[in-house]
């Protein structure tokens, strides 16, 4: 009886749907016809592509823009390029375009070429200060000159400007950059970022006189005055439906080839999050592809891989002689073994959660996940407690309790019952979080669980160089494209660790490895001897290693010596290793790695504390030395002859990103659910009633039968 | 004839069984609008005191939630008190607003959701040009005038999110007289706010 009345109510749903679809199919339709007349908000229909203009009000399809990559990676070096293709599809005549791309690189990457492409000339882009650069690029967009403009926005974050895009024109801005290799457990990955994540941008907004606002979905604000530059528009994830310009290709489409050369015979080749293809070349080389021809820009691209069994690389140098400098790279593996094993210490470990908006979806789940085998492997000599955050922060004990069954049972029902909501307001957290201090015997750790989806950065590094004093921070990140620039400074400011957990298959043995490590660090008080004092080595100061982590180093100077030695404390033993430097095949770009090493370290410098003005002229000689893009720098290209008529005005356009994958977009700018089951509930009950009625009646005529 | 000839016993059991399962469902499905008119009454008084300067002021001890906007509605007799966030735990209560779109008493674009049969049936009945009043925490009350009401499938749909440009858009679940929940179509009601 029940079930009969659920499948009359599901039928009457189903055809209620389906009038439902077809009145919204002619609204697709129209939008189809006209993509490129500016519309109103309430012009919208179901799922309709958004972005706003510098027009309060009006709205503009954007061009679409390809992305291709090609990265070649030579031992611990990865060379990339990345070519885009901006397209200006209006078939109007009189519809010049400037196009905005906001996209991410890795945080390490160095940015080092800038060509535009026109059909078949190429035109070299030219480093200039950033201001000069800009002036260059706005006057050639003036006299209707073709321009391009790299800037970075953050040191993960960069912009692309292109103007004079003629109707039905394409234009190709090709930039190089280089990053290293990451080497942790004895595993190499590279990581390409495809999304700029939406960021929680706090503060109030505000208008700023000398600097035009960007075109992103935030205004500037007082606590990040660049807010407008780093937050591109949105793209909905399901406008891969509807796409005016190509019904089924995914906004932002990017190709992705890789010539990977490790450098020792592979054991293991890994691509978590894509799937490739992979052809290897008789010298042991591997050239990798995507399986799909192109993929949305919507999760990080990574690739690791491991090498066979017993031939993992102890010591790796490069050098290179360039001008009158010496360049070295090392590497060096601290020994792993039993016997050099130290003893878990007993730890006051602080975890920190973000239950922010942005973590909604699967990062909130992952980490919660994370958590709760975090809590797991805590031992009785340690002591924690359970910070969350989002608009507000709450505590789960008011100080840090010792592991008991009744203070674990706490912490993993308070774990369960967390729901993503809300800003991200991390500094009240991370206040919290290094508030405490822990007795002298425990070793306190913080550790962060978040997607780091913050403008603020700044602030945020000063409180946690300020504040850190006895505790150690290590920062997880969480999701398809955490902000990584903030989480890895955040923990190189913090003395720890920065891990990316990409996936929910990841979080079990990630979170195992990074509990391993934080049991038992490995390597303390660091320093390479030998080194005389024209040398300059990055990172100045070596921070402690943790289990499976290498030493690793770039040296400059007019004469490098012939051997270092590397010297270090094994729990309480100390440990020596030399390295030779002579002798090594020369390799190009570890110039370009040093110099973004020192401008990382100048950029650092005044954080802690240096002058503006000193800092900017120090980046500005290594920067233009090295052609390298920074926050004071930006790379120009120019071409000559001017070719939008002069009497025809430009639009500015800025390019949508995808969301990162996973994020949920309803928990952004979506629609709740919101039907009760009070009627269906009420109905099913009277239905009941009435069938009770019937058997009743039944059992009254067989009783008179009988 | 009948193959299956039941004992009276039997269908004694199973008639108290149906009387007890319609009665709970009865009282389950009765108990979410009494819910929602209860707790209505219960957020007014808590309304009452949010304006006379208080935050965060909790209608019943252990609420999660607290009362941010009043909405009224002249030509439907609509007088209700809007929520924090849009949750499944407060619409049982009241219409929710929605956290990640702008905050109450700003200039942009407000979004407030409510259960299609209980607190926004009355979205239905709204036409263009209706006035709809939303009254913030300070005592300020903004006049909106209804624009556009349309249906969105929820899985495409999207609202942009003006900054400077009033807006009141009031989300409910469609279509309306259906029982079952769980629907993925909105219906969604956007105003403009009158200058001022």
Redesign the interface.
Known sequence: MTRHLFLRATLALGLSLGAGSLSLAPACGNELEQPDQTIGLNEVKGGRLLFKTNQPGRYLPAPTLKTEVRISVTGLIARATVSQEFLNPSPDKNSWTEGIYVFPLPETAAVDHLRMKIGERIIEGQIKEKAEAKKVYEQAKQEGKRTSLVEQERPNIFTTSVANIGPGERITVEIEYQETIRYDQGAFSLRFPMVVGPRYIPGTAVAMEDQPPGNGWSLDTDRVPDASRITPPVQHPAHTLINPINPVSPINPVSLSIDLAPGFPLGKLESPYHQILTIAEPDGRQHLTLREDTVPADRDFVLTWKPAHGQAPTVSVFREQRGNDQYAFLMAMPPVGSDHQPTAVARETIFVIDTSGSMSGTSIEQAKAALLLALNRLTSQDRFNVIQFNSVTHVLFSQAQPVKPETLRKAVHYVEQLKANGGTEILPALKMALKGSAPTSLLRQVIFLTDGQVGNEDELFEIIRTQLGTSRLFTIGIGSAPNSHFMRKAAEFGRGTFTHIGSTSEVQAQMDAIFRKLERPVLTDLRIEGLDGQIEMFPARIPDLYEGEPVVVVLKGPALPETVTIQGMIGSAPWTTSITLKNHEPREGLSVYWARQKVAALMDQQRYGQDETATKQAVLDVALAHHLVSKYTSLVAVDVTPVRPLDKTLQAHAMKTNLPDGQDYQAIFGLPQTATSGQLQILLGLATLLAARVTWAVRASRKRVA | MNPIRPT?RT??A???Y??V??????????W??AKAGLAQHLLQRAWSRTLAGETGVKPWPWADTWPVARLIVPSQNIDQIVLE????RT??FGP?H????QPIGSSGTIIL??????H?RFLQRLERNDVIELEAPTGIRRRYRV??T????????????????P?LVL?????FD?????????Y?V?TEGEPG
């Open positions: 009276p269908l004694t199973l008639t108290t149906l009387l399962i319609g009665m709970w469902q009865l009282g389950e499905g009765s979410i609008y966030g849009a949750y499944g619409l049982a929710g929605v956290e990640s779109a959701t409510g259960h299609r049969d209980t926004f624009k556009e349309r249906i969105a499938d929820s899985r495409s749909a999207s609202i942009g999110i003006e900054q400077d440009q807006q989300v409910t679940c469609y279509p259906s029982p079952m929940p769980g629907t993925v179509w909105r969604v956007i």
